[in-house]
């Protein structure tokens, strides 16, 4: 399959990790909607190959991704929004059952800071930087900005970033928790495919059980999260990789997952 705007290859040692790197250079990868249609299909892939256990979303040194473009929303009217429901494919990222690991140097603003945080897990480089701009061009965030941001860090925090338009460093962000480490600028994406490769070392069908639990804390009370979560607790008794996992720990050797 090729693409315009994404390189899509498969890393880690044993080729279980998609990388997915934004590739359109001249517009610090501003996130057209073609390029989030590739990002979507490209997703599905993953998502359908047994062989991947999770997926890194890149861009290069200069930016992760500097928004949604604004050359294509310029001329936009309202009722178009509303009608093509303009940026809706952005979900494919949130509702990927995979895990996905941000790799994020230079900009991630506007969009790119949204596209950062729909992932399951934010790795930066020292220089990176993180904002809602939006505000400076008329608009508000539109993925996830407004919302994502309060529940990481906080209305004080949310409200500064999407009412002043001001960017926030690598180490800011990881204080808050939109990001959890931070590397030099050459490592993260290595870093995060490390990451993936352990991740992928595991049931891929037990992963995507917790990784479903672990989202439902974003989403609904503490009581009905906790009753989710036993109940999905629960429903791994009713796999293999479970009763191997533990057998393998009982018989003190390594346990061999097949993902069901
Ligand atoms: C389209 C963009 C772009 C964007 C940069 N470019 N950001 N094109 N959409 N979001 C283009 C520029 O037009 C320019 O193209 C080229 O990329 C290089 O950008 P420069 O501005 O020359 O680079 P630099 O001076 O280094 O400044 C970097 C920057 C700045 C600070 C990141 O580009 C910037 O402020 N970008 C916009 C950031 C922003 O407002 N993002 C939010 C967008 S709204 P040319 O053709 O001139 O060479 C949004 C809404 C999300 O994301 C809604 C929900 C999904």
Not at 50 to 57: K, L, R, S, T, Y
């Amino acid at each position: 399959h090729s693409y315009r705007h994404i390189l899509v290859e498969k890393k880690g040692e044993k080729e279980n990790v998609g990388l997915i790197q934004l590739n359109r250079p001249n517009a610090l990868n501003a996130l057209c909607d073609n390029l989030m249609s590739e990002i979507a299909q490209a997703l599905s892939k993953f998502q359908h190959d047994d062989a991947i256990g999770a997926v890194v979303i890149t861009g290069n040194e200069k930016a992760f991704a500097a928004g949604a473009d604004i050359k294509e929303m310029q001329n936009l009217p309202f009722a178009d929004t509303l009608k093509g429901d303009f940026l809706n494919q952005w979900t494919a990222v949130s509702d990927c059952k995979k895990p996905i690991i941000a790799a994020v140097n230079g900009h991630a603003l506007g969009g790119g800071c949204e596209l950062a945080m729909m992932c399951d897990i934010v790795y930066a480089g020292e220089k990176a930087k993180f904002g809602q701009p939006e505000i400076n061009i008329g608009t508000i965030p539109g993925s996830g900005g407004t919302q994502r941001i309060v529940r990481v860090a906080g209305k004080s925090r949310a409200m500064e970033m999407c009412l002043s338009g001001l960017p926030i460093t690598a180490q800011e962000a990881q204080q808050i928790g939109i990001v959890s480490r931070v590397f030099p600028p050459e490592k993260v994406v290595e870093e995060a495919v490390k990451l993936g490769e352990r991740i992928a070392s595991h049931s891929k069908l037990i992963v995507s059980i917790c990784k479903e639990s672990v989202n439902l804390a974003y989403e609904t009370t503490l009581r009905e999260g906790l009753h989710f979560e036993k109940r999905l607790f629960h429903s791994t008794f009713a796999t293999r990789d479970r009763k191997e996992g533990m057998t393998a720990f009982i018989e003190k050797r390594k346990p061999c997952f097949s993902d069901c």
